[in-house]
Protein backbone atom coordinates (compact mmCIF):
# COMPACT_ATOMS: atom_id res chain seq x y z
CA UNK A 1 0.00 0.00 0.00
CA UNK A 2 0.79 3.46 -0.60
CA UNK A 3 -1.03 5.30 2.57
CA UNK A 4 -0.93 3.34 6.06
CA UNK A 5 -3.71 4.64 8.44
CA UNK A 6 -3.92 4.24 12.44
CA UNK A 7 -5.91 5.13 15.28
CA UNK A 8 -3.91 6.98 17.70
CA UNK A 9 -3.86 7.25 21.35
CA UNK A 10 -5.18 10.62 22.28
CA UNK A 11 -3.85 12.85 25.14
CA UNK A 12 -4.81 11.75 28.16
CA UNK A 13 -7.42 13.45 30.16
CA UNK A 14 -8.17 11.16 32.91
CA UNK A 15 -5.14 11.24 35.02
CA UNK A 16 -5.19 12.29 39.26
CA UNK A 17 -1.70 12.73 40.88
CA UNK A 18 -2.67 12.39 44.78
CA UNK A 19 -0.32 12.68 48.18
CA UNK A 20 -1.02 11.94 51.08
CA UNK A 21 0.24 14.61 53.63
CA UNK A 22 3.16 14.99 51.10
CA UNK A 23 3.57 11.11 50.60
CA UNK A 24 3.17 10.04 46.77
CA UNK A 25 -0.16 7.79 46.76
CA UNK A 26 0.72 4.58 44.56
CA UNK A 27 -1.68 1.48 44.79
CA UNK A 28 2.00 -0.34 44.16
CA UNK A 29 3.25 0.45 47.44
CA UNK A 30 0.13 0.68 49.60
CA UNK A 31 -1.30 -2.32 51.76
CA UNK A 32 -4.99 -2.73 49.74
CA UNK A 33 -8.21 -4.52 51.09
CA UNK A 34 -11.51 -4.58 50.25
CA UNK A 35 -10.46 -3.97 46.20
CA UNK A 36 -13.75 -3.45 43.91
CA UNK A 37 -14.07 -3.02 40.40
CA UNK A 38 -17.01 -2.49 38.72
CA UNK A 39 -18.44 -2.29 35.08
CA UNK A 40 -22.01 -0.93 35.04
CA UNK A 41 -22.70 -2.22 31.67
CA UNK A 42 -26.83 -1.58 32.41
CA UNK A 43 -26.08 2.23 33.39
CA UNK A 44 -22.87 2.46 31.21
CA UNK A 45 -20.00 3.60 34.45
CA UNK A 46 -16.63 2.65 35.49
CA UNK A 47 -16.30 2.18 39.32
CA UNK A 48 -13.45 0.90 41.79
CA UNK A 49 -13.30 1.30 45.23
CA UNK A 50 -10.71 0.02 47.87
CA UNK A 51 -9.20 0.83 51.13
CA UNK A 52 -5.27 1.77 51.35
CA UNK A 53 -2.49 2.14 54.02
CA UNK A 54 0.30 4.26 52.68
CA UNK A 55 4.14 3.32 54.10
CA UNK A 56 3.42 6.45 55.98
CA UNK A 57 0.98 4.79 58.21
CA UNK A 58 -2.53 7.27 56.87
CA UNK A 59 -5.29 4.75 55.68
CA UNK A 60 -7.72 5.74 53.28
CA UNK A 61 -11.19 4.46 51.91
CA UNK A 62 -11.26 5.62 48.11
CA UNK A 63 -14.43 5.35 45.95
CA UNK A 64 -14.63 6.52 42.24
CA UNK A 65 -16.67 6.47 39.25
CA UNK A 66 -15.95 7.48 35.82
CA UNK A 67 -18.01 7.45 32.61
CA UNK A 68 -17.88 8.97 28.72
CA UNK A 69 -21.29 10.51 28.52
CA UNK A 70 -23.69 9.08 25.18
CA UNK A 71 -25.86 12.02 25.20
CA UNK A 72 -22.80 15.05 25.32
CA UNK A 73 -20.29 12.52 23.41
CA UNK A 74 -17.04 14.89 23.67
CA UNK A 75 -17.46 14.98 27.34
CA UNK A 76 -16.16 12.57 30.03
CA UNK A 77 -16.60 12.92 33.62
CA UNK A 78 -14.91 11.57 36.58
CA UNK A 79 -15.58 11.64 40.39
CA UNK A 80 -12.99 10.28 43.11
CA UNK A 81 -13.56 10.16 46.73
CA UNK A 82 -10.95 10.00 49.77
CA UNK A 83 -12.19 9.19 53.06
CA UNK A 84 -9.44 10.06 55.79
CA UNK A 85 -10.19 7.21 57.93
CA UNK A 86 -7.06 7.80 60.90
CA UNK A 87 -5.75 10.99 60.35
CA UNK A 88 -5.94 14.84 59.90
CA UNK A 89 -3.86 16.69 57.41
CA UNK A 90 -3.56 17.20 53.57
CA UNK A 91 -4.20 15.65 50.54
CA UNK A 92 -3.20 16.88 47.49
CA UNK A 93 -5.13 16.67 43.93
CA UNK A 94 -3.13 17.18 40.96
CA UNK A 95 -5.18 16.83 37.81
CA UNK A 96 -3.43 16.84 34.31
CA UNK A 97 -3.37 16.61 30.98
CA UNK A 98 -0.56 14.57 29.22
CA UNK A 99 -0.79 14.57 25.36
CA UNK A 100 2.76 12.93 24.63
CA UNK A 101 0.71 9.77 25.07
CA UNK A 102 2.41 7.08 22.05
CA UNK A 103 1.06 4.10 20.66
CA UNK A 104 2.70 0.67 21.60
CA UNK A 105 3.36 -0.13 18.26
CA UNK A 106 5.59 3.27 17.26
CA UNK A 107 8.78 2.63 15.76
CA UNK A 108 11.77 3.88 18.21
CA UNK A 109 9.73 5.79 20.79
CA UNK A 110 8.17 7.73 17.67
CA UNK A 111 5.57 10.82 18.42
CA UNK A 112 2.85 11.32 16.19
CA UNK A 113 1.65 14.39 17.65
CA UNK A 114 2.69 18.08 16.95
CA UNK A 115 2.02 19.79 20.48
CA UNK A 116 0.43 23.66 19.17
CA UNK A 117 -0.70 25.20 22.61
CA UNK A 118 -1.24 25.17 26.43
CA UNK A 119 -4.14 27.25 27.38
CA UNK A 120 -4.06 27.96 31.12
CA UNK A 121 -7.65 28.97 33.01
CA UNK A 122 -8.84 29.43 36.14
CA UNK A 123 -10.35 26.31 36.77
CA UNK A 124 -10.21 24.66 33.30
CA UNK A 125 -7.58 24.61 30.47
CA UNK A 126 -6.71 22.58 27.22
CA UNK A 127 -4.18 21.86 25.22
CA UNK A 128 -4.31 21.99 21.18
CA UNK A 129 -2.48 19.40 19.34
CA UNK A 130 -2.04 18.09 15.73
CA UNK A 131 -1.39 14.74 13.81
CA UNK A 132 2.00 15.17 12.27
CA UNK A 133 1.33 13.76 8.74
CA UNK A 134 -2.49 14.38 8.21
CA UNK A 135 -2.98 17.47 10.43
CA UNK A 136 -5.78 16.31 11.77
CA UNK A 137 -6.36 18.96 15.04
CA UNK A 138 -7.44 17.95 18.44
CA UNK A 139 -8.68 19.94 21.27
CA UNK A 140 -8.49 18.58 24.79
CA UNK A 141 -9.81 20.33 27.79
CA UNK A 142 -10.12 19.45 31.52
CA UNK A 143 -12.32 21.48 34.47
CA UNK A 144 -11.93 20.82 38.04
CA UNK A 145 -14.27 21.32 40.93
CA UNK A 146 -13.27 20.25 44.38
CA UNK A 147 -15.76 19.38 47.61
CA UNK A 148 -15.23 18.61 51.66
CA UNK A 149 -17.97 16.94 53.10
CA UNK A 150 -20.37 17.33 49.85
CA UNK A 151 -19.83 21.39 50.03
CA UNK A 152 -18.42 22.61 47.62
CA UNK A 153 -15.01 24.22 48.06
CA UNK A 154 -12.87 27.21 46.35
CA UNK A 155 -8.54 26.42 46.88
CA UNK A 156 -5.37 27.84 45.27
CA UNK A 157 -4.10 26.08 42.75
CA UNK A 158 -0.74 25.83 41.02
CA UNK A 159 -0.30 25.21 37.66
CA UNK A 160 2.83 23.49 36.07
CA UNK A 161 3.45 23.63 32.18
CA UNK A 162 5.41 20.97 30.50
CA UNK A 163 6.34 20.30 27.28
CA UNK A 164 3.32 18.06 26.17
CA UNK A 165 2.06 18.58 29.99
CA UNK A 166 -0.95 20.69 32.00
CA UNK A 167 -1.07 20.38 35.71
CA UNK A 168 -2.76 21.53 38.18
CA UNK A 169 -2.19 21.42 42.05
CA UNK A 170 -4.81 21.47 44.81
CA UNK A 171 -4.43 21.23 48.46
CA UNK A 172 -7.33 20.55 50.73
CA UNK A 173 -6.67 20.13 54.55
CA UNK A 174 -9.01 17.36 56.04
CA UNK A 175 -9.47 16.08 59.68
CA UNK A 176 -10.00 12.32 60.26
CA UNK A 177 -13.26 11.40 59.20
CA UNK A 178 -13.83 13.82 56.26
CA UNK A 179 -14.22 12.87 52.42
CA UNK A 180 -12.33 14.68 50.00
CA UNK A 181 -13.79 14.47 46.26
CA UNK A 182 -12.45 16.19 42.90
CA UNK A 183 -14.90 16.20 39.92
CA UNK A 184 -12.61 16.43 36.56
CA UNK A 185 -14.50 16.86 33.58
CA UNK A 186 -12.73 16.10 30.39
CA UNK A 187 -13.48 17.18 26.59
CA UNK A 188 -12.08 16.02 23.29
CA UNK A 189 -13.27 17.84 20.05
CA UNK A 190 -11.68 17.35 16.55
CA UNK A 191 -11.20 19.05 12.96
CA UNK A 192 -13.32 16.61 11.81
CA UNK A 193 -16.19 18.36 13.46
CA UNK A 194 -15.05 22.23 14.07
CA UNK A 195 -12.49 24.64 12.32
CA UNK A 196 -9.22 24.74 13.31
CA UNK A 197 -9.35 28.35 15.32
CA UNK A 198 -12.60 27.43 17.23
CA UNK A 199 -11.82 23.83 18.81
CA UNK A 200 -10.37 25.49 22.19
CA UNK A 201 -13.35 27.42 22.36
CA UNK A 202 -15.45 24.38 21.66
CA UNK A 203 -13.50 21.91 24.21
CA UNK A 204 -13.74 24.50 27.22
CA UNK A 205 -17.09 25.28 26.68
CA UNK A 206 -18.13 21.48 27.07
CA UNK A 207 -16.23 21.13 30.53
CA UNK A 208 -17.83 24.09 31.37
CA UNK A 209 -21.08 23.14 30.57
CA UNK A 210 -20.60 19.90 32.30
CA UNK A 211 -19.26 21.48 35.24
CA UNK A 212 -22.31 23.18 35.23
CA UNK A 213 -24.58 20.09 34.76
CA UNK A 214 -22.78 19.00 37.67
CA UNK A 215 -21.19 15.10 37.59
CA UNK A 216 -24.75 13.27 39.30
CA UNK A 217 -26.77 15.18 36.44
CA UNK A 218 -24.81 14.27 33.99
CA UNK A 219 -24.40 10.72 35.12
CA UNK A 220 -28.59 10.33 35.14
CA UNK A 221 -28.73 11.50 31.99
CA UNK A 222 -26.19 8.39 31.48
CA UNK A 223 -28.39 5.71 32.74
CA UNK A 224 -31.56 6.93 31.03
CA UNK A 225 -29.80 6.71 28.25
CA UNK A 226 -28.60 3.24 28.42
CA UNK A 227 -32.19 2.91 29.69
CA UNK A 228 -33.14 3.11 26.22
CA UNK A 229 -30.58 1.15 24.75
CA UNK A 230 -31.34 -2.16 26.53
CA UNK A 231 -34.94 -1.62 25.87
CA UNK A 232 -34.12 -2.85 22.53
CA UNK A 233 -30.93 -4.30 22.27
CA UNK A 234 -30.87 -6.73 25.79
CA UNK A 235 -31.34 -10.32 25.34
CA UNK A 236 -32.40 -12.19 28.40
CA UNK A 237 -31.17 -15.82 29.26
CA UNK A 238 -32.61 -17.82 32.50
CA UNK A 239 -30.73 -19.86 34.65
CA UNK A 240 -27.14 -19.76 33.26
CA UNK A 241 -25.04 -16.38 34.24
CA UNK A 242 -22.52 -16.79 32.68
CA UNK A 243 -24.02 -16.91 29.48
CA UNK A 244 -25.99 -14.33 30.36
CA UNK A 245 -23.26 -11.98 31.60
CA UNK A 246 -21.42 -12.72 28.01
CA UNK A 247 -23.90 -11.31 25.83
CA UNK A 248 -24.68 -8.29 27.74
CA UNK A 249 -21.12 -7.56 27.26
CA UNK A 250 -21.21 -8.03 24.15
CA UNK A 251 -24.11 -5.42 23.63
CA UNK A 252 -22.62 -2.97 25.95
CA UNK A 253 -18.94 -3.29 23.72
CA UNK A 254 -20.83 -2.91 20.48
CA UNK A 255 -22.67 -0.06 21.66
CA UNK A 256 -19.12 1.82 23.01
CA UNK A 257 -17.97 1.29 19.85
CA UNK A 258 -20.42 2.69 17.39
CA UNK A 259 -23.79 4.51 17.91
CA UNK A 260 -24.51 4.68 14.44
CA UNK A 261 -24.92 8.99 14.15
CA UNK A 262 -22.03 9.41 11.80
CA UNK A 263 -21.40 7.90 8.40
CA UNK A 264 -17.98 8.79 8.48
CA UNK A 265 -17.41 6.55 10.71
CA UNK A 266 -17.16 2.70 11.21
CA UNK A 267 -15.93 -0.10 13.33
CA UNK A 268 -12.47 -1.10 14.18
CA UNK A 269 -11.97 -4.81 15.07
CA UNK A 270 -11.01 -3.84 18.41
CA UNK A 271 -13.31 -0.86 18.63
CA UNK A 272 -11.34 1.40 20.96
CA UNK A 273 -10.01 -0.92 23.58
CA UNK A 274 -6.75 -1.79 21.96
CA UNK A 275 -4.08 -0.97 18.90
CA UNK A 276 -4.32 -4.15 17.81
CA UNK A 277 -5.29 -3.64 13.93
CA UNK A 278 -4.77 -0.06 13.74
CA UNK A 279 -8.77 0.75 14.25
CA UNK A 280 -9.08 0.69 10.87
CA UNK A 281 -12.20 -0.99 8.96
CA UNK A 282 -12.29 -4.70 7.86
CA UNK A 283 -15.25 -6.78 6.25
CA UNK A 284 -16.13 -7.74 9.52
CA UNK A 285 -18.73 -4.67 9.82
CA UNK A 286 -20.89 -6.07 6.55
CA UNK A 287 -20.82 -9.66 7.67
CA UNK A 288 -20.77 -9.30 11.34
CA UNK A 289 -21.82 -6.26 12.88
CA UNK A 290 -24.67 -4.93 10.56
CA UNK A 291 -27.40 -7.30 11.81
CA UNK A 292 -26.76 -6.01 15.72
CA UNK A 293 -27.70 -2.52 14.23
CA UNK A 294 -30.32 -3.14 12.00
CA UNK A 295 -31.89 -5.37 14.86
CA UNK A 296 -31.51 -3.06 17.66
CA UNK A 297 -31.34 0.71 16.32
CA UNK A 298 -33.51 2.91 13.66
CA UNK A 299 -32.84 1.76 10.33
CA UNK A 300 -30.35 4.99 9.46
CA UNK A 301 -27.68 3.35 11.86
CA UNK A 302 -27.10 0.31 9.76
CA UNK A 303 -27.82 2.76 6.61
CA UNK A 304 -24.95 4.91 7.52
CA UNK A 305 -22.73 1.80 7.89
CA UNK A 306 -23.46 1.16 3.76
CA UNK A 307 -23.24 5.40 3.57
CA UNK A 308 -19.30 4.75 4.71
CA UNK A 309 -18.55 2.36 1.69
CA UNK A 310 -20.86 3.89 -0.60
CA UNK A 311 -18.86 7.31 0.03
CA UNK A 312 -15.60 5.62 -0.60
CA UNK A 313 -16.78 3.90 -4.03
CA UNK A 314 -14.52 6.22 -5.76
CA UNK A 315 -11.39 4.85 -4.04
CA UNK A 316 -12.57 1.78 -4.42
CA UNK A 317 -12.16 1.32 -8.34
CA UNK A 318 -8.80 3.43 -7.97
CA UNK A 319 -7.55 0.06 -5.51
CA UNK A 320 -8.77 -2.19 -8.37
CA UNK A 321 -7.08 0.33 -11.20
CA UNK A 322 -3.83 -0.38 -9.47
CA UNK A 323 -4.26 -4.26 -9.92
CA UNK A 324 -4.93 -3.89 -13.34
CA UNK A 325 -9.20 -3.78 -13.60
CA UNK A 326 -10.94 -1.57 -15.85
CA UNK A 327 -14.53 -0.29 -16.67
CA UNK A 328 -14.95 1.02 -13.01
CA UNK A 329 -14.55 -2.32 -11.64
CA UNK A 330 -14.24 -1.65 -7.94
CA UNK A 331 -12.11 -3.59 -4.95
CA UNK A 332 -12.97 -2.36 -1.42
CA UNK A 333 -9.96 -2.50 0.51
CA UNK A 334 -9.33 -5.32 3.30
CA UNK A 335 -8.20 -2.65 5.70
CA UNK A 336 -8.91 1.17 5.53
CA UNK A 337 -9.89 4.36 7.22
CA UNK A 338 -10.16 6.22 3.74
CA UNK A 339 -11.19 4.17 1.50
CA UNK A 340 -7.60 2.98 -0.01
CA UNK A 341 -6.31 -0.06 0.88
CA UNK A 342 -3.53 -0.21 4.23
CA UNK A 343 -2.79 -3.72 4.29
CA UNK A 344 0.51 -4.53 3.58
CA UNK A 345 0.50 -8.65 3.13
CA UNK A 346 -0.04 -9.79 -0.68
CA UNK A 347 -2.03 -12.74 0.37
CA UNK A 348 -4.52 -10.73 2.32
CA UNK A 349 -4.07 -7.85 0.34
CA UNK A 350 -4.74 -8.93 -3.21
CA UNK A 351 -6.61 -12.52 -2.76
CA UNK A 352 -8.74 -12.50 0.15
CA UNK A 353 -11.13 -10.80 -2.25
CA UNK A 354 -14.19 -12.30 -1.08
CA UNK A 355 -14.50 -9.19 1.11
CA UNK A 356 -16.26 -7.29 -1.78
CA UNK A 357 -19.02 -9.84 -2.28
CA UNK A 358 -19.64 -8.85 1.51
CA UNK A 359 -20.31 -5.22 0.76
CA UNK A 360 -23.02 -6.44 -1.82
CA UNK A 361 -24.27 -9.06 1.05
CA UNK A 362 -24.61 -5.70 3.47
CA UNK A 363 -26.63 -4.07 1.08
CA UNK A 364 -29.28 -6.83 0.49
CA UNK A 365 -29.16 -7.52 4.20
CA UNK A 366 -30.25 -4.35 4.98
CA UNK A 367 -33.00 -4.56 2.18
CA UNK A 368 -34.32 -7.71 3.28
CA UNK A 369 -34.81 -6.73 6.87
CA UNK A 370 -35.23 -2.81 6.64
CA UNK A 371 -37.28 -3.37 3.25
CA UNK A 372 -36.08 -0.05 2.46
CA UNK A 373 -35.32 -0.87 -1.42
CA UNK A 374 -35.28 2.80 -1.85
CA UNK A 375 -31.26 2.48 -0.70
CA UNK A 376 -30.51 1.02 -4.10
CA UNK A 377 -31.63 2.95 -6.36
CA UNK A 378 -30.38 6.29 -4.39
CA UNK A 379 -26.96 4.73 -3.66
CA UNK A 380 -26.39 0.86 -4.08
CA UNK A 381 -26.70 0.09 -6.98
CA UNK A 382 -23.42 2.13 -8.18
CA UNK A 383 -21.62 0.37 -5.52
CA UNK A 384 -23.21 -3.22 -6.74
CA UNK A 385 -22.62 -2.40 -10.43
CA UNK A 386 -19.09 -1.58 -9.52
CA UNK A 387 -18.34 -4.93 -8.20
CA UNK A 388 -20.14 -7.17 -10.00
CA UNK A 389 -17.47 -5.66 -13.16
CA UNK A 390 -14.84 -6.90 -10.78
CA UNK A 391 -16.35 -10.14 -10.34
CA UNK A 392 -16.51 -10.71 -13.82
CA UNK A 393 -12.80 -9.26 -14.93
CA UNK A 394 -11.78 -11.66 -11.62
CA UNK A 395 -13.17 -14.80 -13.04
CA UNK A 396 -11.49 -16.43 -16.39
CA UNK A 397 -12.77 -18.96 -18.74
CA UNK A 398 -11.09 -22.52 -18.08
CA UNK A 399 -10.96 -24.78 -21.56
CA UNK A 400 -10.13 -28.16 -19.30
CA UNK A 401 -13.65 -27.65 -16.73
CA UNK A 402 -15.55 -25.87 -19.23
CA UNK A 403 -16.68 -23.39 -16.63
CA UNK A 404 -15.00 -19.99 -15.44
CA UNK A 405 -12.87 -19.96 -12.61
CA UNK A 406 -11.35 -17.89 -9.63
CA UNK A 407 -7.94 -18.48 -9.29
CA UNK A 408 -5.26 -17.19 -6.49
CA UNK A 409 -7.15 -16.22 -3.38
CA UNK A 410 -7.55 -16.69 0.31
CA UNK A 411 -10.84 -17.45 1.63
CA UNK A 412 -12.13 -16.65 4.97
CA UNK A 413 -9.69 -19.11 6.17
CA UNK A 414 -6.42 -17.84 6.43
CA UNK A 415 -4.61 -20.82 6.83
CA UNK A 416 -4.54 -21.22 3.35
CA UNK A 417 -3.28 -18.98 0.88
CA UNK A 418 -3.16 -18.70 -2.96
CA UNK A 419 -5.70 -21.69 -3.77
CA UNK A 420 -7.75 -21.81 -6.53
CA UNK A 421 -11.79 -22.04 -7.07
CA UNK A 422 -12.75 -21.26 -3.26
CA UNK A 423 -16.04 -22.72 -2.86
CA UNK A 424 -17.08 -19.30 -0.89
CA UNK A 425 -15.65 -17.24 -3.01
CA UNK A 426 -16.92 -18.69 -6.42
CA UNK A 427 -20.64 -19.00 -5.03
CA UNK A 428 -20.39 -15.35 -3.65
CA UNK A 429 -18.99 -14.09 -6.91
CA UNK A 430 -22.17 -15.78 -8.70
CA UNK A 431 -24.52 -14.67 -6.11
CA UNK A 432 -22.95 -10.82 -6.37
CA UNK A 433 -23.84 -10.86 -10.28
CA UNK A 434 -26.86 -12.09 -9.93
CA UNK A 435 -28.39 -10.05 -7.04
CA UNK A 436 -27.03 -6.75 -9.02
CA UNK A 437 -28.79 -7.85 -12.58
CA UNK A 438 -32.24 -8.52 -10.23
CA UNK A 439 -31.74 -5.13 -8.71
CA UNK A 440 -30.90 -3.59 -12.10
CA UNK A 441 -34.02 -5.13 -13.39
CA UNK A 442 -36.10 -4.04 -10.31
CA UNK A 443 -35.21 -0.43 -10.91
CA UNK A 444 -35.40 -0.58 -14.31
CA UNK A 445 -39.50 -0.85 -14.16
CA UNK A 446 -40.01 0.57 -10.93
CA UNK A 447 -37.55 3.66 -10.22
CA UNK A 448 -36.90 4.83 -13.97
CA UNK A 449 -35.23 8.54 -13.44
CA UNK A 450 -32.36 6.64 -11.00
CA UNK A 451 -32.67 3.73 -13.39
CA UNK A 452 -31.24 6.43 -16.27
CA UNK A 453 -29.16 8.25 -13.88
CA UNK A 454 -27.29 5.24 -12.65
CA UNK A 455 -26.80 3.74 -16.10
CA UNK A 456 -25.16 7.35 -17.67
CA UNK A 457 -23.03 7.66 -14.68
CA UNK A 458 -21.76 4.32 -14.81
CA UNK A 459 -22.03 3.86 -18.97
CA UNK A 460 -23.49 0.46 -18.56
CA UNK A 461 -25.10 -1.60 -21.28
CA UNK A 462 -27.58 -4.55 -21.30
CA UNK A 463 -24.50 -6.65 -23.34
CA UNK A 464 -22.32 -6.02 -20.38
CA UNK A 465 -24.60 -7.58 -18.02
CA UNK A 466 -25.12 -10.19 -20.55
CA UNK A 467 -21.38 -10.99 -20.51
CA UNK A 468 -21.49 -10.73 -16.63
CA UNK A 469 -24.34 -13.39 -16.23
CA UNK A 470 -22.62 -15.66 -18.85
CA UNK A 471 -19.72 -15.71 -16.16
CA UNK A 472 -22.45 -16.19 -13.24
CA UNK A 473 -24.67 -18.79 -14.99
CA UNK A 474 -21.13 -21.08 -15.53
CA UNK A 475 -19.05 -20.85 -12.28
CA UNK A 476 -17.19 -23.84 -11.18
CA UNK A 477 -17.91 -25.03 -8.01
CA UNK A 478 -15.39 -27.95 -6.56
CA UNK A 479 -17.69 -31.02 -5.56
CA UNK A 480 -16.94 -34.14 -4.28
CA UNK A 481 -19.67 -36.95 -5.30
CA UNK A 482 -18.62 -39.78 -3.21
CA UNK A 483 -18.57 -37.28 -0.10
CA UNK A 484 -21.82 -35.05 -1.83
CA UNK A 485 -20.36 -32.06 -0.27
CA UNK A 486 -18.84 -28.82 -1.83
CA UNK A 487 -15.05 -29.13 -1.21
CA UNK A 488 -13.30 -25.62 0.17
CA UNK A 489 -11.02 -25.57 -3.14
CA UNK A 490 -9.45 -27.57 -5.11
CA UNK A 491 -7.47 -30.33 -4.41
CA UNK A 492 -8.67 -30.41 -1.17
CA UNK A 493 -8.87 -33.55 -0.20
CA UNK A 494 -5.49 -34.30 -1.15
CA UNK A 495 -4.70 -32.86 2.12
CA UNK A 496 -4.44 -35.55 5.43
CA UNK A 497 -7.60 -35.56 6.93
CA UNK A 498 -7.51 -35.67 10.47
CA UNK A 499 -10.34 -34.11 13.19
CA UNK A 500 -9.16 -31.49 15.25
CA UNK A 501 -9.70 -33.54 18.37
CA UNK A 502 -6.95 -36.13 17.86
CA UNK A 503 -4.66 -33.17 18.02
CA UNK A 504 -2.21 -33.20 20.62
CA UNK A 505 -3.57 -30.25 23.81
CA UNK A 506 -0.29 -29.04 23.44
CA UNK A 507 0.14 -27.86 19.85
CA UNK A 508 -3.03 -25.81 19.94
CA UNK A 509 -3.58 -23.05 19.18
CA UNK A 510 -1.20 -23.99 16.22
CA UNK A 511 -1.00 -20.52 15.36
CA UNK A 512 1.40 -20.04 18.40
CA UNK A 513 2.96 -23.77 18.09
CA UNK A 514 3.55 -24.38 14.49
CA UNK A 515 5.51 -22.91 11.42
CA UNK A 516 3.18 -21.50 8.66
CA UNK A 517 4.60 -23.73 6.30
CA UNK A 518 2.78 -26.67 8.63
CA UNK A 519 -0.52 -24.72 9.07
CA UNK A 520 -0.35 -23.57 4.96
CA UNK A 521 -0.12 -27.54 3.71
CA UNK A 522 -2.55 -29.02 6.85
CA UNK A 523 -6.36 -29.76 6.84
CA UNK A 524 -7.24 -27.45 9.86
CA UNK A 525 -9.32 -24.47 9.09
CA UNK A 526 -9.69 -21.12 11.35
CA UNK A 527 -12.91 -20.12 10.47
CA UNK A 528 -15.95 -20.76 8.97
CA UNK A 529 -15.34 -21.11 4.77
CA UNK A 530 -17.67 -23.64 3.57
CA UNK A 531 -20.09 -23.03 6.32
CA UNK A 532 -19.91 -19.02 5.93
CA UNK A 533 -21.61 -19.48 2.69
CA UNK A 534 -24.54 -21.74 4.30
CA UNK A 535 -24.02 -19.02 7.07
CA UNK A 536 -25.11 -16.68 4.61
CA UNK A 537 -27.24 -18.21 2.18
CA UNK A 538 -29.49 -20.18 4.34
CA UNK A 539 -32.29 -20.45 1.80
CA UNK A 540 -30.19 -21.90 -0.96
CA UNK A 541 -29.47 -25.20 1.00
CA UNK A 542 -31.00 -28.22 2.35
CA UNK A 543 -30.93 -29.40 6.16
CA UNK A 544 -29.92 -31.90 5.14
CA UNK A 545 -26.58 -30.35 2.73
CA UNK A 546 -26.02 -28.18 6.22
CA UNK A 547 -25.72 -31.54 8.02
CA UNK A 548 -23.38 -33.01 5.55
CA UNK A 549 -21.07 -30.16 5.30
CA UNK A 550 -21.51 -29.53 9.22
CA UNK A 551 -19.83 -33.12 10.24
CA UNK A 552 -17.46 -32.59 7.82
CA UNK A 553 -15.69 -29.06 8.24
CA UNK A 554 -16.64 -28.41 12.19
CA UNK A 555 -14.47 -31.16 13.43
CA UNK A 556 -10.89 -30.01 11.13
CA UNK A 557 -11.94 -26.47 12.10
CA UNK A 558 -9.42 -24.95 15.19
CA UNK A 559 -11.45 -21.65 16.23
CA UNK A 560 -8.72 -19.27 16.27
CA UNK A 561 -10.51 -16.92 15.04
CA UNK A 562 -12.86 -14.51 17.02
CA UNK A 563 -15.37 -14.68 13.77
CA UNK A 564 -15.85 -18.22 13.99
CA UNK A 565 -17.24 -19.92 16.52
CA UNK A 566 -20.47 -17.51 16.19
CA UNK A 567 -21.43 -18.80 12.87
CA UNK A 568 -20.82 -22.67 14.39
CA UNK A 569 -22.78 -22.02 17.26
CA UNK A 570 -26.22 -20.49 14.84
CA UNK A 571 -25.42 -23.49 12.61
CA UNK A 572 -25.44 -26.39 14.98
CA UNK A 573 -28.74 -24.46 16.59
CA UNK A 574 -30.18 -24.67 12.85
CA UNK A 575 -30.04 -28.15 12.60
CA UNK A 576 -30.12 -29.20 16.24
CA UNK A 577 -26.88 -29.81 17.62
CA UNK A 578 -27.48 -28.10 21.06
CA UNK A 579 -24.60 -29.10 22.94
CA UNK A 580 -22.45 -28.12 20.03
CA UNK A 581 -24.18 -24.69 20.01
CA UNK A 582 -23.91 -24.15 23.59
CA UNK A 583 -20.52 -24.84 23.67
CA UNK A 584 -19.89 -22.50 20.44
CA UNK A 585 -22.26 -19.93 21.64
CA UNK A 586 -20.08 -19.68 25.24
CA UNK A 587 -16.99 -19.47 23.16
CA UNK A 588 -17.95 -16.34 21.25
CA UNK A 589 -20.24 -14.83 23.77
CA UNK A 590 -17.19 -15.02 26.69
CA UNK A 591 -14.18 -15.03 24.01
CA UNK A 592 -13.06 -11.77 25.91
CA UNK A 593 -14.75 -12.19 29.76
CA UNK A 594 -12.42 -16.18 29.77
CA UNK A 595 -9.55 -14.64 27.71
CA UNK A 596 -10.08 -17.61 25.23
CA UNK A 597 -7.20 -17.08 22.99
CA UNK A 598 -4.82 -15.18 25.46
CA UNK A 599 -5.21 -12.32 23.43
CA UNK A 600 -7.30 -9.89 25.59
CA UNK A 601 -3.85 -7.53 25.95
CA UNK A 602 -4.21 -6.79 22.62
CA UNK A 603 -8.11 -5.21 22.96
CA UNK A 604 -11.84 -6.58 23.00
CA UNK A 605 -13.12 -8.72 19.52
CA UNK A 606 -15.98 -6.37 19.11
Same mark, same amino acid.
Given at each position: ???????????????????? #????????????????????????? /?????????????????????????????????? %??????????????????????????????????????????????????????????????? @????????????????????????????????? !????????????????????? =???????????? #????????????????????????????????????????????? /??????????????????????? %?????????????????????????? +???????????????????????????????????????? *????????????????????? %????????????????? /??????????????????????? &? $?????????? &???????????????????? &??????? +???? =????????????????????? @??????????????? !?? @?????????????????????????????????????????? +?????????????????? +????? *????????? $? *??????????????????????? &?????????????? %???????????
Amino acid at each position: PEYFAKVLNAPNWIGIHIAI #NGTKFDLNTCKISNFNRELNMKEGW /LGRSFNAQLASGEQIEVTAKRFVSIDFNETGAIE %YHIKALNFSGEITFAPYIDAGIENEDSNYDEFFWEILEIVEGEKSGCILSKTLKTEFHVSTAM @QIALTLNNEEISVAKATTIEEKKLTYTYKVSVN !EGDIATIYKFGSYVSSLNYKN =EDLNAATLSNVQ #NANELGFHELLNTQIKSWADIWKTADIVIEGDVKAQQGIRFNIFQ /LNQTYLGTDARLNIGPKGFTGEK %YGGSTYWDTEAYCIPFYMATKDDKVA +KNLLLYRYNQLDKAIENAEKLGFKNGAALYPMVTMNGEEC *HNEWEITFEEIHRNGAMIYGI %YNYVNYTQDFEYIPKNG /LEVMIAIARFWHQRANFSEAKNK &Y $VILGVTGPNE &YENNINNNFYTNYLAKWCIE &YTVDCLN +KVKH =EYADDFERVVTKTNLSAQETY @QWLKVSDNMYFPFDK !EK @QIYLQQDGFLDKEIIPVDKLPKEERPINQKWSWDRILRSCYI +KQADVLQCFYFFENKFST +KELEK *HFDFYEPIT $V *HESSLSPCVHAILAASIDRIPKA &YEQYLRTARLDLDD %YNHEVHEGCHI
